[in-house]
């Protein structure tokens, strides 16, 4: 249990961002496609290291 509730924000967001994209896919399937690409794009850049530790 400890260790699912370490993981819970990132899934929710994965989560999020996969409810985003369908329901964009819904209305417009070329739209959807930019969207996913820009929600994929922020969630690496959410997960990345982003340097600065010495």
């Known amino acids: 249990m400890k260790n699912l509730i370490t993981y819970l924000p990132a899934l929710l967001v994965f989560v999020g961002f996969l409810f985003v994209s ?4 819904i209305i417009n399937v070329p739209i959807g496609l930019i969207i996913s690409g820009i929600l994929l794009f922020a969630l690496a850049y959410m997960y990345s290291n982003k340097g600065g530790h010495t």
Do not use: D, L, R, T
């Open 22 to 25: 369908v329901g964009i896919f």
